[in-house]
């Protein structure tokens, strides 16, 4: 049995480094996942086929990870910068997963797209 | 000060603390310090004795809508309070990451709102603490839907 975290490293290098979007959630996500994203349906299988369309419409899509925060009792955080082509300003994301048994059993998360300008120099991330 | 049992759902065990207490800062723990931070900030609405007790002077902030350092933000929060006296932070989860070289990332999940009767926002801070302090944050925040694809809420 892998640990959460190893089980954490595993989807993030398939979903976020690879963009298998559809390949990680086949492996590492559970038929019955809890999703709270708002635009997305529950469950395993639904959500496969919303990430299907999405890349085959955003073939240039990246998540480049910015942090990752391996908590306790399975939860882990992934910060990262989405952005669907290159020269997007993009979404800032955070992703929230509860990891059970081997596999992805929840999931949260919050978008916000990057601003034109703000009020510090230091970058959404 | 021992928060009422159930103000603290993600560490129900914590034993009791004063959040205002920053007489040995070095010597809490990331999680002690977190738990400070949060008990005032985001439990009390108390934006003012959360940043001067437990946010570093030069702290890195990296929200777009806020300035960086402490004393430019508190004051940004500290007129938001004023302005909104039912402004609520509802936490819904902490996660505190691994303690590496001393330094930790704590992430708090909450339901943000101005106003009781606003659907408000989902946000996620991240916090990077060190030697007692809080020295860096980012957020994402999320304006909460009227409607969604599935039945089980943002949080």
């Not at chain 1, 992934?78 to 290159?86: E, M, Q, S």
């Not at chain 2, 570093?56 to 309070?81: F, S």
């Not at chain 2, 990332?105 to 946000?123: M, S």
């Amino acid at each position: 049995m892998l640990s959460d975290r190893e089980v954490a490293e595993r989807f993030i290098e398939v979903f976020y480094n690879q963009n298998r979007l559809t390949d990680a959630f086949a492996e590492w996500v559970h038929p019955d996942y809890i999703q709270h994203d708002p635009n997305s349906a529950t469950g395993r299988d639904g959500t496969i086929e919303v990430l299907a369309r999405h890349m085959e419409a955003n073939p240039e899509m990246t998540h480049d990870v910015k942090r990752v925060i391996h908590g306790e009792n399975g939860m882990v955080v992934v910060h990262y910068h989405f952005r669907r082509k290159p020269e997007d300003r993009g979404l800032a994301v955070v992703d929230i997963f509860r990891i059970k048994d081997g596999l992805l059993v929840e999931h949260w998360d919050v978008m916000q797209p990057v601003p034109e300008s703000a009020k510090n120099d230091n970058g959404m991330f | 000060m021992k928060p009422q049992p159930g103000v603290l759902p993600w560490d129900t065990d914590a034993p009791p603390f004063d959040p205002r207490d920053i007489g040995n800062r070095t010597a809490l723990s990331t999680r002690e310090v977190a738990e400070r931070f949060i008990q005032l900030f985001y439990v009390e609405d108390n934006p003012t004795d959360a940043f001067m007790c437990w946010m570093h002077p030069d702290y890195i902030q990296h929200n777009p809508n806020a300035p960086t350092g402490r004393d430019a933000t508190l004051e940004v929060l500290a007129a938001a309070v004023a302005n909104n006296p039912e402004l609520s932070h509802d936490m819904k989860r902490v996660i505190h990451g691994e303690v590496k070289d001393g330094e930790g990332l704590v992430t708090v999940h909450h339901h943000f709102r101005r106003k009781l009767d606003e659907r408000g926002w989902a946000v996620v801070d991240i916090l990077r603490i060190r030697d007692g302090y809080i020295v860096e944050h980012w957020d994402v925040m999320q304006e909460i839907p009227e409607t969604a694809k599935n039945d089980n809420g943002m949080f």
